[in-house]
């Protein structure tokens, strides 16, 4: 596991072009013989970590760089638009979305079509769509199986136009398509102008598709176009690989291509950003609601379900594994996996109510009584297929159809897999999870913080928030000169030793707060987000080292053996006001970098 792997698929004639990636799965099959390696390339960091970023006034080309700098995955050929962007936010968003989303903006304007992708081991974006130069697939010399369908899954007659501040300034509609198929509705938001054109561009009429078979070539890869003439199938003229596959067996070398009849780009849209001024508990303090309404206990429940993609089972086809033994019974599992993905991460309160069950149909009838249960893929919505039953949940949603989605399942051929698309031919609907909102509680500081993130296991025992604090005051101007500490208490008294109504010392809005080195160093800023969703922006001010009384790895043991995690500065001699978060458990600390006025 993690190995590298470079591969050269037109060697010995073509050694520029290669994969590379790192080995992520591997499985031995006894009655085979056999070792299966799978090696994914460095797309994975950019589809499976998350950022919030506030971004003004770069280009996407500039932006993209800027993200795969924080995710640590190289650059080359970027494709350059030159257009820079306003403003443009994400809250929680995967990076390759966020790439996708600035691009998108760019073909807003100058309608261009691009593809993000990997060159050996670095992100490339191009155009989309330029025709594989000299080349054609041909009935009778390449192709050896094609198919053809039409379906109406990607649709859209109708297109609603809105301005920046939310106000509906026109629509434009295909008359002949609502009529005949009934309204699918889009809606876009607009800079300047009217939007009209923006608008057309995003009407879609039937979604034709074809998928073929052929003797291997390399060059065939998603995002370019290939002139094909089969009289079988009648493809015949210019289409766009979607998706490639190809294999290597037993000498011989293969290439299957799902095919578009249009240039569609993967069109990702920025998030809302908004603000309610209503009171938090105090006079003074303000909040930021995240637009989708989702907070980060939706990430704990889908992060645990990442991180057991690849279990199967031991010994296989046993149904026994991690996910069984955590539930408590060996048997078909699909369901056994969701329940233990919310109670793992500590919400199990969110799945049916606090209930339990291996059964996906009795997960379908208990939302479903209670109107939450639908057709349209959300984030977090746990899908239920039909036949025998079974279910996953929703990582991500692709399009604006019923089947546009990516989920993680387990019990998925004995292994917990990620799937492109329904993994079963009937999707009976969504289970809508009322995931808790995620505000942002601060004094005259709403800046979304991103950076690396420390999240804290369930299985750490925790005292939750309690009223633990140094009194700050008292301790200005003692750190010893020329620490960090003594430098952000030198900096609070020249900002007027500002303090919160809670009691609690800040600086610029953050509160001071000290915690154990495994969250960051003194004057970094962080984000202490809490299982009920409340994300608190601080700053730390003192470091609890080792050598501490009761110091543990996750912070100060009180008694019981429990941490407690955050010690607040106090700016009295006694316990700040902290109880409205008193008792709820700190789920994620995420460090944000340093303090820009150290």
């Keep these: 596991m993690g190995d590298k792997i470079t591969f050269y698929p037109g060697y010995p004639n073509d050694k520029k072009t290669k994969f590379v990636g790192i080995v992520t799965q591997r499985e031995r099959k006894s009655e085979a013989g056999e070792l299966q390696y799978t090696a994914t390339d460095g797309m994975m960091h950019l589809l499976r970590s998350s950022g919030t970023y506030r971004i003004v006034n770069k280009t996407p080309e500039k932006i993209t760089e800027m993200i795969c700098k924080d995710v640590k995955v190289k650059t080359g050929s970027l494709a350059k638009t030159k257009i820079p962007i306003s403003k443009i936010f994400f809250q929680e968003r995967p990076y390759y979305e966020i790439i996708m989303a600035a ?22 974006v191009i155009q989309k769509g330029k025709i594989i130069p000299n080349f054609r697939i041909r009935q009778g010399e390449r192709i050896t199986d094609s198919s053809y369908a039409e379906d109406l899954e990607s649709m859209v007659n109708r297109v609603y136009i809105y301005d920046s501040s939310n106000n509906k300034i026109g629509s434009v509609s295909n008359s002949n398509w609502v009529k005949k198929y009934g309204v699918f509705q889009n809606v876009i938001s607009v800079d300047s102008g ?3 054109t923006e608008a057309k561009a995003e009407l879609q009429g039937i979604n034709k598709t074809a998928s073929l078979s052929m003797i291997g070539d390399h060059r065939c890869v998603s995002g370019l ?42 069109i990702q849209e920025e998030d809302e950003e908004q603000t309610d001024t209503s009171e938090v508990a105090t006079t003074n303090a303000s909040v930021t609601t995240n637009a989708s309404g989702i907070s980060d206990v939706l990430n704990d429940v889908l992060n645990q379900a990442r991180a057991w993609i690849g279990l199967g089972e031991n010994p296989p086809g046993s149904n026994h594994n991690e996910v069984t033994v955590y539930y408590g019974w060996d048997a078909a599992w699909c369901c056994m996996f969701i329940w233990s993905c919310f109670n793992k991460t500590g919400h199990g309160n969110l799945f049916m109510a606090g209930g339990k069950t291996a059964y996906c149909f009795d997960v379908k009838d208990w939302y479903q009584a209670r109107g939450k249960f639908g057709s349209t893929p959300r984030v977090g919505a746990l899908i239920i297929y039909g036949g025998e039953g079974h279910i996953g949940i929703v990582e991500s949603v692709t399009g604006t159809g019923p089947r546009d989605f990516v989920s993680i399942e387990g019990n998925l051929s004995d292994t917990v ?9 009937t999707v009976l609907g969504f289970c809508y999870v009322d995931y808790p909102s995620t505000t942002t509680v601060s004094l005259g500081n709403t800046s979304a913080i991103s950076g690396t993130s420390v999240n804290i296991p369930s299985s750490v025992a925790q ?35 500002t303090g919160s109504p809670e009691n609690i010392a800040t600086i610029d809005g953050y509160y001071l707060i000290a915690v154990t080195h495994k969250f960051g160093q003194v004057g970094d800023i962080v984000c202490v987000v809490l299982a009920n969703g409340t994300r608190i922006n601080c700053m730390i001010a003192d470091e609890k080292n080792p050598g501490d ?27 700040p ?19 820009q006025g150290l």
């Design 103 to 124: 691009y998108t903006k760019a073909y807003r304007k100058n309608k261009k079509k691009y593809i993000a992708q990997m060159n050996g081991d670095k992100l490339e």
């Design 194 to 196: 009217n939007g009209k």
């Design 225 to 266: 176009g290939v002139i094909i003439e089969d009289s079988r199938t009648g493809l015949k003229g210019k289409f766009w690989i979607e998706n490639d596959s190809h294999q290597w067996s037993d000498g011989i070398y293969t290439t299957t291509l799902e095919l578009a009849f249009k240039n569609i780009m993967d």
């Design 417 to 425: 897999k990620r799937s492109n698309g329904p993994s079963c031919s």
């Design 463 to 497: 005292t939750g928030i309690t009223g633990n604090y140094t009194c700050y005051p008292q301790f200005y101007g003692r750190w010893n000169a020329g620490t960090t500490q003594r430098r952000i208490s030198e900096i609070w008294g020249q900002k007027g030793k």
């Design 549 to 575: 009384s009761n110091y543990t790895e996750w912070g100060h043991d009180l008694g019981g053996g429990k941490a407690d995690v955050i010690e607040w500065e106090s700016m009295v001699y006694g316990f």
């Design 577 to 595: 006001n902290v109880d409205k978060w008193r008792g709820q458990r700190v789920t994620t600390i995420i460090n944000g970098g340093r303090y």
